[in-house]
């Protein structure tokens, strides 16, 4: 304020002496005018020195936005010369030095004068940024996505002798093939070609021979160009041995080989065979040696699967028959069921499976397609016995001709599988031990009990990046998980409609993998990506969650707020220097022509 | 004396010509004669005579087809008059005897004279073709050198050229990471002699040797060093002796297994070197002649040639046929021993021998009706042997064939046309024994008929496989056809009109197998039928005898015969049936744990987890690297047997485990070898888990069954 009085004075001061200098001066032709001039050269000078302004009335529409860049604007879209332009990226600060800087998003917010609206330009913000714009409106002008992958999975947990199948879409813009590289200790796993201007799904497959944690790396490259070379990390656990209570009418070869199998690899299995009227003949092999007289749930509930032949089922005294239904409909007892000579009858295991027996030829020589395998087993002995296929009822194994000779079907909680193989053994034989593998682990695992899961991990973001906000979820029936990650204590959220269910914030501070732990349980592992890998991923969740902020906070929704303002306008220097122009080009002249 | 000059001049001229002219053959076939002697010499290992012996012969054709020494003065006069016009086309004026030049033409030879001095002695035509010959003799040299250098070899053994990969290999390896303190050395390769190959040295560590080979190193250092040694497979630990002074050291050794090896020079550890041993391979035999099973007719020339083509990559030392004879049948068989040598001598040690050896079969008193077996037997120079599968030869008996045997047994009497194959047999064997008593037409006759009988035979024959009867032929048929009542009977005019060839009960008639037969029957009958219509009784013989063989065959295959079994099972008491007392049967109970046998490819499991850790955290705790020292142990295991693959891998981890640091180029390194090392994995059995859903979906499952209840 100062400032203004004494320019004023200072003017005041100055016009004085002008004026009386004037009147001081001899000829007196034009003295009025020249006064005028002089009062008019030092008023302009007054004004250009004071900020002098007016009031006017602004509606909120055309006023106040902010550009805010993100990754992958393009500079030709910032048509509006004016607007102020913030980025919170280094790196297009960089490109586009016209840009603020902000430390975050938030700031906008507190911008004077207030910011009414945000236009954001390419890819858009996260959902953890958005949420501090505090309700802002915003315009979104997104950017096409970036070609490449756009959409990718695999099998994180990857039990040993699975396979780990990395599938997803692959965007092609160029004009060349680009060749898709699995890669794994070292060594290529499997790789695909993706033709030229195609957007076609991808399919690698291995299987791993390590076990624990590893990273594989997605390649993708055109010619010698490498154009992306991103983390594919899993984790391969080892197999839990099962338990197995074999039931037979008498001791045969395909039980045998069945049970020396199993306890080749560590499974326990328990056999009885009938070798006379109600004798049995009784074995045990790393399970704990107990009376397999009768049946009953006590007994039943050690098991993880019953294998029996149809006909020792059918022939199981009231009580038995009972234990064995109410384990396998209640506690969920897989149980695998040989075919008898019967083709069909309502006993309660064999009503699903209605058994096709072609009685002109004798046994004939196939190989069989078994589920999720690609090729076929090797060649063997099968009678021609088929199953015909029913409603609620799953193939499992078939011959070249699809004629079905193994199916799964639930009853209640357990599941059933019914076979007519009776002589696979003769793979075992032949030394032949992959099919004979790959046979009985789809039929046993299909079959088996369900174990309860004491808790379940899973990261909730699309790609967990260093020093990005991550979200981790865990399902546990435990009634106040205490989470620990990279043992810090997370506090966490349960979810409103699945009570099971806790979520945390978390922000990984390394690439790689990061143990979390519920309790004193066992511990978890999940891997924060580097930041620049899934790119294509990430912006294309970025889209999404700033197209959804978007239609939820256009202009047209806040009506609440004030939509007129007032605000001081400055005059423009401009008026007062042409002003002072005029006024002392008149002296100048006047001086001039009057000597 | 002007004239005797010029004439000396133009001699002189011709002298030169001839020599040039000889010159440049000399070098042109020269020039050829050193690219083809190369090209014995270098690519197929022949002597460099073949060299010499091509110059002559060239030389030779190309002066007897050229003949330079037959230019004459004429031809150089003509010559120069049409390269000196000073001269004005009057050389030849020079070589007219003096006293017959009239004025005219002395005044023109004096004008020769002159002019003659400016010709130079050999003008530069006389050059071209030597020039030209030289620039070929360049040019022959370079290729020369070309071929010298090149790794093209002509393998004998495989029968076309090969790119050797022994010399290639060692050009394109990368440079060996060399100790310091080694100055220089020089690893020399003597090949065991039944390779035939002469010493080698190389200045590389790495080295590829044939089995047995002894090498020598030596080894150079730049400062004395106090001790030297060589460790193979890191635990055999071979010292080096030392030379005059303590910077000459030196070491043989026998290789017989492939490995790897470091030097030490005073406590300093080298790379690790890879030992691959190549193993002498078993000599190769293939038999061309005769087949597997082959069997001499009757009538047929009792020989046989056995011809084979033996190989070997160094060298055959011996080839010889196994062959037993055995006579007789049932329990009077009898062996005898044969073993026949093949013509060759075997002195040279080719790495390939073509035999043949024609065996005479009734000089190894061989008779109708006896088998011979054999087997060639090779070894080569390092005492290989190998042998191949048994061949047999059998000569038909046709005494067994003649027999009555089975016909007159009665058990299953064929129709009488079976018997007319044997009776033409022995018929055809009486006319040709009767050939020298009867004359020639008549002779022709007979040969004829028995033609015809042979014909008869296959028509009939030819009726079980639904054969059109040659006889109805052209035969009209048109008699009842033609008769009014006939007119325009479909049925009658497609019966006489059409074949039919598939008529459902032919095509049941015989089974295929017996038809198939009856139908190689039938291409006999009709051979010799061919045979006995050109007057050949004799060259008939044989395709009767096959005839009649398959034809006995048939007879043979249509019987059949059931044992008679005389077991009679005691009646059952029924009463009796599923009452016996059962009480003291005890159950067997057995109870034991089979602990899965240990992976012994934990440590490499478990040496991938720490690798992986590594590439995002560098550091190596001890429990880590003790971990690590394991699996490179077992690593270096297989390298023992397989150095190629295995030994970059130990290189790499050995500098993991020292300097604790591991670079993404070792990681990847070590990380391929253990993928290789490790097995598939199998799917076993498992069970999936359930949700962790606090008993959400099991409640839900209740009130269901609740429900349907």
Known sequence: MTWNYTI???????????????????????????????????????????PITYQHELRLEDENQVVLLTDGYNADSVIDADARVYTISKKIKKDYPKATLLASVSEISDLKP???????????????????????????????????????????????????????????TTGKAVKLTLKGLGTTADSTFIAANTTATFDLNTTPKHTGRAVYRLISTSDADTLANESVPFEITAVKPLKVLMLAAAPNFEDKFLKNWLSANGYGVAVRSMISKDKFSQEFVNVEQQSLQHLTTGLLDKFDIVLSDLDVLKNLNSAESAALKQEVQQKGVGIIVRADSTTHSNFWLQQNFPVNKVSSAGQVISSLKLQGHDGTTSKTLLDPVYIVAQNFTQPLVTDQQNHIMASSGLIGSGREIFTTLTSTHSWMLGGDEADYTALWSLLISKAAKHVPAAEEWSVVNNVASVNNNTKLQVETGVANPEIKINQTNISTERQAHLPFAWQADYWPSHVGWQQVQQGSGMPHWWFAYPQQEWAGLKYRALLKESNAYATNHHNGVSVTKQIQQKVQVPVSKIYFYVLLLLACTYLWAEGKFSS | MAEQAGLHKLKALQQRWITYQVAADVLLSAAIALVLGSIFYYVFDDSLLWGLIVFIGLLVSILAIRRPWQITEESISAFLNQNYPQLEESTQLLMKPAGSLNLLESLQLQKVESGLYDVPGAPPQFYNRVKLAGVFVLGALVLTFALAKLPIRWHSSVGKLVVDSMSATAKN???????????????????PAYTHRAARSQDRFTL????????????????????????????????????????????????????FYQVNVDGKLSDLYPVTVIKDAAPVIKIKTPKQYTHIDAGEVPKVTISASVTDDYGINSAIINATVAKGSGEAVKFKEYKIPFGEAFSAHGRQYDLQKLVDLPKLEMEPGDELYFYIQAQDTHQQTSRTDVYIVSIQDTAQLLSMDGLVAGVNVKPEFFRSERQIIIDSQNLIRLKDSLSKEEFAKRSNDLGADQKMLRLRYGKFLGEEDESKIGEESGGELSKAENFSNTNMILDAYTDKHDNAEDATFLEPAVKEQLKATLTEMWKAELQLRMYKPQDALPFEYKALRLLKDLQQKSRSYVAKTGYNPPPLKLEKRLTGDLSKITEP????????????????????????????????????????????????????AQPGVYLPAVNAMKQIVTSGKASAANIAMVEKAIQRALPINHAMPQSPASAADIGLSQGYFKNLNRLNK
């Open chain 1, 8 to 50: 004023l004075l200072v003017c005041l001061v100055l016009a004085i002496f002008a004026v009386w200098r004037e009147i001081q001066r001899e000829s007196k032709r034009n003295l009025a005018l020249r006064i005028v001039a002089v009062l008019c050269s030092i008023g302009a000078l007054a004004c250009i020195a004071l």
């Open chain 1, 114 to 172: 207030a910011v009414t609206s945000v236009q954001v330009l390419g890819y858009g913000l996260s959902a953890d940024e958005l949420a501090q714009l505090h309700n802002l409106p915003v315009k979104f002008h997104p950017t096409i996505p970036p070609a490449g992958i756009s959409a990718v999975s695999w099998n994180t947990q990857v039990k040993s002798g699975e396979k780990l199948s990395v599938q997803g879409t692959f965007a092609n």
């Open chain 2, 173 to 191: 390896l990368p440079p060996e990471k060399v100790l310091p303190q080694i100055k220089s050395s020089k690893v020399t390769i003597a090949p």
């Open chain 2, 208 to 259: 590829d040797v044939e089995e047995g080979s002894t090498i020598n190193w030596s080894i150079e250092t730049n400062i004395d060093v106090k001790q030297l040694s060589l460790i193979f497979n890191e635990h055999e630990v071979l010292k080096m002796q030392a030379g005059s002074d303590k910077s000459h050291w030196h070491l043989s050794k026998q290789i017989s297994a492939s490995g």
């Open chain 2, 589 to 640: 109970t057995s109870h034991e744990d089979i602990k899965k046998a240990g992976d012994q490819f934990e440590t490499l499991k478990k040496a991938v987890i720490i690798l992986e850790q590594l590439k995002t955290d560098p550091k190596l705790n001890a429990v880590d690297q003790h971990t690590l020292q394991v699996a490179s142990a077992q690593l270096s295991s297989k390298a023992v």
